[in-house]
Protein backbone atom coordinates (compact mmCIF):
# COMPACT_ATOMS: atom_id res chain seq x y z
CA UNK A 1 0.00 0.00 0.00
CA UNK A 2 0.98 3.58 -0.70
CA UNK A 3 -0.35 7.09 -0.38
CA UNK A 4 -0.03 9.74 -3.09
CA UNK A 5 -0.49 13.03 -1.41
CA UNK A 6 -0.92 14.77 -4.33
CA UNK A 7 -4.39 13.67 -4.75
CA UNK A 8 -4.80 12.48 -1.39
CA UNK A 9 -5.13 9.00 -2.85
CA UNK A 10 -4.78 5.70 -0.30
CA UNK A 11 -3.96 2.34 -1.52
CA UNK A 12 -3.73 2.09 -5.38
CA UNK A 13 -3.42 4.02 -8.53
CA UNK A 14 -5.16 2.81 -11.88
CA UNK A 15 -3.49 4.61 -14.91
CA UNK A 16 -5.05 3.60 -18.32
CA UNK A 17 -4.45 3.80 -21.81
CA UNK A 18 -7.84 4.42 -23.66
CA UNK A 19 -8.82 5.01 -27.41
CA UNK A 20 -10.82 8.57 -28.37
CA UNK A 21 -13.70 6.41 -27.84
CA UNK A 22 -12.82 5.66 -23.87
CA UNK A 23 -12.02 1.83 -24.09
CA UNK A 24 -9.05 0.86 -22.98
CA UNK A 25 -6.27 -0.25 -24.27
CA UNK A 26 -3.99 -0.81 -21.28
CA UNK A 27 -4.05 -0.53 -17.68
CA UNK A 28 -1.80 -0.59 -14.70
CA UNK A 29 -2.48 -0.76 -11.61
CA UNK A 30 -0.10 -0.28 -8.70
CA UNK A 31 0.81 1.63 -5.51
CA UNK A 32 -0.12 4.84 -4.95
CA UNK A 33 3.15 5.51 -3.54
CA UNK A 34 4.90 5.45 -7.24
CA UNK A 35 4.86 9.10 -9.19
CA UNK A 36 2.44 9.51 -12.43
CA UNK A 37 5.38 9.36 -14.49
CA UNK A 38 6.73 5.67 -13.22
CA UNK A 39 3.07 4.69 -14.08
CA UNK A 40 3.19 6.11 -17.40
CA UNK A 41 6.49 3.80 -18.09
CA UNK A 42 4.89 1.08 -17.03
CA UNK A 43 2.07 1.57 -19.37
CA UNK A 44 3.94 2.88 -22.55
CA UNK A 45 6.73 0.46 -22.24
CA UNK A 46 5.30 -2.67 -23.93
CA UNK A 47 2.58 -0.62 -26.40
CA UNK A 48 4.56 -0.96 -29.60
CA UNK A 49 4.08 -4.49 -29.33
CA UNK A 50 0.24 -4.60 -29.26
CA UNK A 51 -0.61 -1.31 -31.30
CA UNK A 52 1.50 -0.56 -33.88
CA UNK A 53 -0.83 1.40 -35.46
CA UNK A 54 -1.10 3.89 -32.47
CA UNK A 55 0.60 7.33 -33.48
CA UNK A 56 -0.21 9.92 -30.80
CA UNK A 57 -0.93 9.97 -27.12
CA UNK A 58 -2.53 13.40 -25.12
CA UNK A 59 -1.56 12.94 -21.64
CA UNK A 60 -2.06 15.30 -18.68
CA UNK A 61 0.89 17.76 -17.06
CA UNK A 62 1.39 14.95 -14.27
CA UNK A 63 3.51 13.26 -16.96
CA UNK A 64 5.65 15.69 -18.59
CA UNK A 65 8.56 14.54 -17.38
CA UNK A 66 11.84 13.19 -18.26
CA UNK A 67 11.70 9.63 -17.59
CA UNK A 68 8.19 9.29 -19.74
CA UNK A 69 10.02 11.37 -22.85
CA UNK A 70 12.65 8.92 -23.21
CA UNK A 71 9.91 5.96 -22.43
CA UNK A 72 8.08 7.62 -25.78
CA UNK A 73 11.38 8.18 -27.52
CA UNK A 74 12.48 4.53 -27.80
CA UNK A 75 9.12 3.74 -29.24
CA UNK A 76 9.22 4.15 -32.82
CA UNK A 77 6.25 6.59 -34.52
CA UNK A 78 5.38 7.72 -31.23
CA UNK A 79 4.46 10.98 -30.04
CA UNK A 80 2.75 12.25 -26.62
CA UNK A 81 1.30 15.57 -26.64
CA UNK A 82 0.92 17.03 -23.01
CA UNK A 83 -2.52 18.96 -22.54
CA UNK A 84 -1.94 21.68 -20.46
CA UNK A 85 -4.07 24.30 -18.99
CA UNK A 86 -3.15 27.72 -19.60
CA UNK A 87 -2.35 29.77 -16.65
CA UNK A 88 -4.63 32.23 -17.38
CA UNK A 89 -7.71 30.67 -17.33
CA UNK A 90 -9.88 30.96 -13.85
CA UNK A 91 -12.25 27.97 -12.63
CA UNK A 92 -12.92 25.09 -14.21
CA UNK A 93 -12.33 25.30 -17.96
CA UNK A 94 -12.82 21.71 -19.72
CA UNK A 95 -9.58 21.12 -21.53
CA UNK A 96 -9.61 19.13 -24.93
CA UNK A 97 -8.83 15.02 -24.74
CA UNK A 98 -8.44 15.24 -21.30
CA UNK A 99 -12.05 14.54 -20.74
CA UNK A 100 -11.96 10.87 -22.43
CA UNK A 101 -9.70 8.86 -19.98
CA UNK A 102 -11.63 11.02 -17.18
CA UNK A 103 -14.87 9.57 -18.71
CA UNK A 104 -13.55 6.29 -18.17
CA UNK A 105 -12.88 6.50 -15.15
CA UNK A 106 -16.02 7.59 -14.30
CA UNK A 107 -17.56 4.49 -16.32
CA UNK A 108 -15.55 2.31 -13.82
CA UNK A 109 -16.30 4.02 -10.63
CA UNK A 110 -20.19 2.89 -11.67
CA UNK A 111 -19.07 -0.64 -10.77
CA UNK A 112 -19.74 -1.52 -6.89
CA UNK A 113 -15.91 -3.31 -6.82
CA UNK A 114 -14.55 -0.40 -8.64
CA UNK A 115 -15.90 2.70 -6.50
CA UNK A 116 -13.33 2.15 -4.02
CA UNK A 117 -10.39 0.60 -3.13
CA UNK A 118 -11.97 -3.51 -1.91
CA UNK A 119 -9.28 -5.32 -3.42
CA UNK A 120 -6.27 -6.37 -2.01
CA UNK A 121 -4.00 -7.27 -4.89
CA UNK A 122 -3.06 -5.09 -7.57
CA UNK A 123 -3.93 -8.10 -10.13
CA UNK A 124 -7.51 -8.64 -8.97
CA UNK A 125 -8.36 -4.40 -9.57
CA UNK A 126 -6.57 -4.82 -13.23
CA UNK A 127 -9.59 -7.94 -13.50
CA UNK A 128 -12.26 -6.30 -12.61
CA UNK A 129 -11.15 -3.21 -15.03
CA UNK A 130 -11.46 -5.35 -17.35
CA UNK A 131 -14.25 -7.20 -17.10
CA UNK A 132 -16.04 -3.08 -16.23
CA UNK A 133 -14.54 -2.38 -20.16
CA UNK A 134 -15.97 -5.41 -21.38
CA UNK A 135 -19.20 -4.61 -19.82
CA UNK A 136 -19.36 -1.03 -22.04
CA UNK A 137 -18.54 -2.81 -25.23
CA UNK A 138 -20.87 -5.11 -24.47
CA UNK A 139 -23.46 -2.18 -24.13
CA UNK A 140 -22.16 -0.14 -26.99
CA UNK A 141 -22.55 -3.27 -29.47
CA UNK A 142 -26.16 -3.90 -28.21
CA UNK A 143 -26.73 -0.31 -29.34
CA UNK A 144 -26.18 -0.90 -32.95
Known amino acids: MGYDAGKKVKGRKLHALVDTSGFPLRVVVHSAALQDRDGAALVLKKIRQRFS ?5 W ?3 GYNA ?8 KQPCLRMEIVKRSDTMKGF ?3 PRRRVVERTFSWFG ?4 LAKDYEGLAS ?6 MLAAIQLAIRRLARM
Do not use: C, H, Q, Y
Not at 110 to 113: H, L
Not at 124 to 129: D, K, M
Open 53 to 57: WLELV
Open 59 to 61: ADG
Open 66 to 73: RKVRDVVA
Open 93 to 95: VLL
Open 110 to 113: RNRR
Open 124 to 129: TIASFV
